[in-house]
Nanobody, 125 residues
Framework: QVHVVESGGGLVQAGGSLRLSCAASGRTYSNYGMGWFRQAPGKEREFVAAITWSGRSTYYADSVRGRFTISRDNVKNTVYLQMNSLKPEDTAVYYC??????????????????WGQGTQVTVSS
């Protein structure tokens, strides 16, 4: 089992940047694919970005492609989400999640077994 904890959320003006971190502990962290999801008030949780265990493959939602970058450091057991050019519509609680399908990218919530508590990101206009 993997335990994940997000950090780095906060309040930022439109056009600004934030970097989220997700610290993992437990069973061999590097054997998990990792993903970021977000949930805005009144909306369903949605996929943001994912990365394979090796870090060689990444995938992004259309809404964030070109602005957000997912990366991981398997020595530090941490995955990051660098968010640039933030927009008010990026406001949400951001969740980190781990998938046992470590070799492939998946955007489906059901494919992720372990979830963090979330970190709030608020982008003001």
């Amino acid at each position: 089992q993997v335990h994940v904890v997000e950090s780095g959320g906060g309040l930022v003006q439109a056009g600004g940047s934030l970097r989220l971190s997700c610290a993992a502990s437990g069973r061999t962290y590097s054997n998990y694919g990792m993903g970021w999801f977000r949930q805005a008030p009144g909306k369903e949780r949605e996929f943001v970005a994912a990365i394979t265990w090796s870090g060689r493959s990444t995938y992004y939602a259309d809404s964030v492609r070109g602005r957000f970058t997912i990366s991981r450091d398997n020595v530090k057991n941490t995955v990051y989400l660098q968010m640039n050019s933030l927009k008010p519509e990026d406001t949400a609680v951001y969740y980190c999640a781990a998938s046992t399908d470590y070799w492939r990218i998946t955007t489906k919530l059901a494919d992720y077994s372990y979830w963090g508590q979330g970190t709030q990101v608020t982008v003001s206009s």
